[in-house]
């Protein structure tokens, strides 16, 4: 199961983070990653981490947002800096069980989804 929590709504430039608790969460290969969606358009790969500790982030997003795996608590996070409008959406977690690599940004290749949280950027 995966819970995700941390969404709001911000103004822009500001920052939030959003985590995602997984419950009996134990394979020893692994792809996690944040997709958002917006309605009407396609899920979009946001970032992801795999089990190799290799991370991916799309480009609109590279160098604001970091997406990160504490192990002990099974909590997946993605924090977001320098928001802007165009980032608000509803944001969810996705794992598989295995590493994606460069296919990391597809939907399909992802079992487990969380139920999403909304983020809002004013501008």
């Known amino acids: 199961q995966l819970v995700e929590s941390g969404g709001g709504s911000v103004e822009s430039g500001g920052s939030l983070r959003l985590s995602c608790r997984f419950s009996?969460?134990?394979?020893?290969?692994?792809?996690l990653s944040w997709f958002r969606q917006n309605p009407g358009k396609e899920r979009e790969g946001v970032a992801a981490?795999?089990?190799?500790?290799?991370?991916h982030y799309g480009e609109s997003v590279k160098g604001r947002f970091t997406i990160s795996w504490d192990n002990a608590k099974n909590i997946l996070y993605l924090e977001m800096t320098d928001l802007k409008a165009e980032d608000s959406a509803m944001y969810s977690c996705a794992a598989d069980f295995g590493e994606l690599g460069y296919n990391w940004h597809l939907a399909t290749k992802y079992p487990y989804w969380g139920q999403g949280t909304q983020v809002t950027v004013s501008s």
């Open positions: 009996d969460w134990t394979p020893r290969h692994w792809c």
């Open positions: 981490i795999e089990s190799d500790g290799e991370t």
